[in-house]
Nanobody, 125 residues
């Protein structure tokens, strides 16, 4: 079993930056694809970014391309999401997820086996 714990959320002004971390425990996730999703109030959970097991391949939803960067440190069993130039529409709870049977990044929530509890990100205008 894998436990995922997100941290690094908070309140920032539009245009600011935050770095989210997702620490895994219980089992190494070095062979898993990892992803970040978000859910705003009244909206469905949506894909943000994902990364392959090696970190060599990444994919992003169009609205965050050029502003967000996903990365991982397999030695630390941790995945990161660097968020720059934040906009009010980025405000949401951000969730980390791990896909046990996938090595490449996947934008579908249904492909992920483990989820964290989320961390709130608020970008004020």
């Amino acid at each position: 079993q894998v436990q995922l714990v997100e941290s690094g959320g908070g309140l920032v002004q539009a245009g600011g930056s935050l770095r989210l971390s997702c620490a895994a425990s219980g089992r190494t996730v070095g062979s898993y694809a990892m992803g970040w999703f978000r859910q705003a109030p009244g909206k469905e959970r949506e894909f943000v970014a994902a990364i392959s097991w090696s970190g060599g391949t990444t994919t992003y939803t169009d609205s965050v391309k050029g502003r967000f960067t996903i990365s991982r440190d397999n030695a630390m069993n941790t995945v990161y999401l660097q968020m720059d130039f934040l906009k009010p529409e980025d405000t949401a709870v951000y969730y980390c997820a791990a896909a046990r049977t996938a090595a490449v990044p996947i934008p579908r929530a249904s492909s992920y086996d483990y989820w964290g509890r989320g961390t709130q990100v608020t970008a004020s205008s």
